[in-house]
């Protein structure tokens, strides 16, 4: 009993000297160490994260401003320039006095005398006095055809301005949106200068009517002064 008790305490005595193989095998965990590489890998991953988020906010203004510089497929300049262009032939077939102001000093000079000389017949007078007349007739009937071509213009901006408000509204940038803004404000200058092209052929056609009359007292005046002043004032001129 005595040896097998001695044996057990050297054997004891063996083991707890040498090391534990398994135990000699086994990795030391750090706590501290783990948790600083875990907040490092999230910390790079939030980084890549907001890298990702500014490379579509940049593909995002990349698009807006392509949107924004997008032009509109769409012009109604022609339009416009054809519908002033009717009108200024209109206004350029204007019998009697011209636009020109060049034209009308010499139109006006001929027609609307200060004065009649002797050399002047009641015949011619009369003659003159029709063609006045004649003229301004012509202007007031002018100025109803440029009134029914204005009339005309105005029905067909009825398509135009509801295309352009219609594409301004769909518009997908804001060039687009410019562009038929700039439309829009360019048929308003067009029907205002319409407005203004009537108004010069009405005043025209007001004033060569009064200057008519005007003329015709003056002629009527001369010719009361021929008969009344001498024998000759109707020499048969």
Do not use: C
Request: hydrophobic share 45%.
């Amino acid at each position: 009993m005595k040896r097998m008790s001695l044996a057990a305490l050297v054997a004891a005595s063996l083991a707890i000297g040498l090391p534990q193989a398994g135990h000699a095998a086994w990795p030391v965990f750090d706590a501290t160490n783990y948790g600083q590489n875990v907040l490092q890998a999230a910390r790079a991953l939030e980084q890549i994260n907001n890298q990702i988020q500014q490379l579509q906010n940049q593909a995002v203004m990349l698009q807006n401003m392509a949107r924004n510089l997008q032009r509109l497929d769409f012009s109604s300049l022609g339009q416009l320039q054809g519908a002033l262009n009717r009108i200024d032939g209109l206004m350029m077939q204007a019998d009697g006095l011209s636009f020109d102001l060049s034209q009308l000093e010499g139109q006006w000079r001929q027609q609307y005398p200060d004065s009649y000389d002797a050399s002047i017949g009641v015949n011619d007078m009369a003659t003159a006095a029709r063609e006045r007349w004649r003229n301004a007739m012509n202007a007031f009937r002018q100025t109803m055809r440029v009134q029914s071509q204005i009339v005309e213009n105005v029905r067909a901006d009825e398509g135009l301005l509801t295309d352009l408000v219609n594409r301004g509204q769909s518009a997908v940038g804001a060039l687009q949106a410019q562009q038929a803004a700039n439309q829009l404000i360019a048929l308003s200058a067009k029907q205002q200068m319409q407005i203004q092209t009537l108004m010069a052929a009405h005043y025209r056609a007001e004033a060569e009517d009064a200057a008519r009359k005007a003329q015709a007292e003056e002629a009527a005046r001369e010719t009361t002064r021929r008969f009344l002043g001498s024998g000759s004032a109707y020499s048969g001129n």
